[in-house]
């Protein structure tokens, strides 16, 4: 029996979160594109040199709305419909646990909004109850460990090299006065950022906000803010401005009731950030476009930071889920996320026989992990 659990991308993305237009801090390095601009790259020019199946048993079973981050030799998932723990792998896909798993025993965790690897490979969680988070480590034999409380209420978070963290905390009125803070081990906040000046009170918001790229950049996306951000020793920069045209987040929606403001951004379309990465050679956007008419559409940019390119990748209807929802930058190659009932009804022309072979048949439908770079 095979079971695919699928996750609605539709109302969700709204109620999560919501952004304003901010000013941009001065950054020489700031750019501003339109998605109008972009060229059309061939997915043909996307040659998969590995990939990753994800072990999935009944223990693990995950829809497709998942959390992945990839620490040294381990990688570690979140389904975002359940946070009902962590699942771990190791960096073959084979599955090797659950920790932190959703409950009230010993060990287990009520709470669950998100998750960080250390350079080490140690597990950090971030679990919020009512008015409070809290911040833990994870040992090797599943154990938590309370490092901070803080009043801040965050639901995602990122790690410091010096042991503080930047908390985002969105439009969760009256809770959250600004929507990113950054605080020290003890749960004291040293610095707040982005004033939460929106009018109405928001229900709390699932989105991830922190971006994570190895020898690159830490990334800040906010889910209806068309301006991405690097943080670096407490400084928030502008990296990008994306112009996203008629599908840009109107003047007025700030100013309506918040059910008459959905209603407007439905009818007219709306794009919202769903990813971005970072490195010296290139950055990476995962633009998500909603709306009556248009349904539900996912895209990939990509500007290449060395020639000055900005593209949006160009895949046939059958490949969309393979090659929509990239997972991050190593170098010049990009990770992405995918299922085995996807890839294996692929006829792209770089998945050699090799790579066949190892997307193995299983009970149930599961993740792969595919890398690959751009000829």
């Known amino acids: 029996m095979k079971c695919f659990l699928l996750v609605s991308l539709q109302v969700l993305f709204f109620?999560?979160?919501?952004?304003?237009?901010?000013?941009?801090?001065?950054?020489?390095?700031?750019?501003?594109?339109?998605?109008?601009?972009?060229?059309?790259?061939?997915?043909?020019?996307?040659?998969?040199?590995?990939?990753?199946?994800?072990?999935?048993?009944?223990?693990?079973?995950?829809?497709?709305?998942?959390?992945?981050?990839?620490?040294?030799?381990?990688?570690?998932?979140?389904?975002?419909?359940?946070?009902?723990?962590?699942?771990?792998?190791?960096?073959t896909g084979q599955f090797l646990k659950t920790v932190a798993v959703k409950g009230e025993g010993p060990n287990e965790l009520k709470g669950l909004q998100d998750f960080q690897i250390?350079?080490?490979?140690?597990?950090?969680?971030?679990?919020?109850l009512g008015d409070r988070t809290t911040i833990y480590q994870i040992s090797e034999e599943g154990e938590l460990h309370k490092l901070t409380d803080t009043?801040?209420?965050?639901?995602?978070?990122?790690?410091?090299?010096?042991?503080?963290?930047?908390?985002?905390?969105?439009?969760?009125?009256?809770?959250?006065?600004?929507?990113?803070?950054?605080?020290?081990?003890?749960?004291?906040?040293l610095q707040s950022y982005f004033p939460n000046d929106y009018t109405n009170e928001m229900l709390p918001m699932t989105e991830r906000n922190f971006y994570e790229t190895e020898g690159g950049d830490l990334v800040l996306a906010e889910i209806f803010n068309d301006t991405l951000y690097t943080l670096q020793n407490g400084r928030v920069q502008a990296l990008v401005n994306i112009d996203l045209g008629r599908y840009q987040i109107p003047k007025e929606f700030w100013e309506m009731d918040l059910m008459?403001?959905?209603?407007?951004?439905?009818?007219?379309?709306?794009?919202?950030?769903?990813?971005?990465?970072?490195?010296?050679?290139?950055?990476?956007?995962?633009?998500?476009?909603?709306?009556?008419?248009?349904g539900t559409q996912k895209k990939v940019y990509l500007y290449d930071r060395?020639?000055?390119?900005?593209?949006?990748?160009?895949?046939?209807?059958?490949?969309?889920?393979?090659?929509?929802?990239?997972?991050?930058?190593?170098?010049?190659?990009?990770?992405?996320?995918?299922?085995?009932?996807?890839?294996?009804?692929?006829?792209?022309?770089?998945?050699?026989?090799e790579l066949l072979a190892k997307i193995p048949e299983q009970e149930f439908d599961y993740p792969i992990l595919i890398k690959a770079k751009l000829n």
């Open 151 to 189: 009043e801040y209420l965050a639901s995602a978070f990122t790690l410091e090299e010096n042991g503080e963290f930047y908390l985002y905390g969105s439009y969760n009125k009256p809770l959250v006065t600004h929507r990113l803070a950054r605080v020290d081990s003890s749960g004291k906040v």
């Open 260 to 294: 008459q403001g959905f209603e407007l951004i439905q009818e007219q379309g709306f794009a919202v950030f769903n990813s971005a990465f970072g490195n010296s050679n290139r950055i990476i956007a995962n633009i998500h476009f909603q709306g009556n008419e248009i």
């Open 118 to 128: 250390d350079n080490l490979g140690q597990l950090f969680l971030l679990a919020t």
């Open 15 to 91: 109620f999560c979160s919501c952004t304003s237009k901010e000013t941009k801090p001065s950054n020489p390095d700031f750019l501003s594109l339109s998605i109008s601009d972009a060229a059309s790259l061939s997915v043909a020019d996307l040659e998969i040199v590995d990939l990753i199946p994800l072990e999935t048993t009944s223990q693990n079973l995950m829809g497709n709305d998942l959390r992945v981050r990839r620490g040294e030799n381990k990688i570690f998932v979140m389904d975002i419909a359940q946070r009902d723990g962590i699942h771990i792998f190791s960096d």
């Open 306 to 353: 060395i020639m000055g390119e900005f593209q949006v990748l160009d895949y046939p209807e059958q490949e969309a889920e393979i090659w929509n929802d990239p997972m991050g930058l190593e170098e010049d190659q990009i990770w992405f996320l995918t299922y085995h009932s996807f890839l294996r009804e692929s006829q792209h022309p770089s998945l050699s026989p």
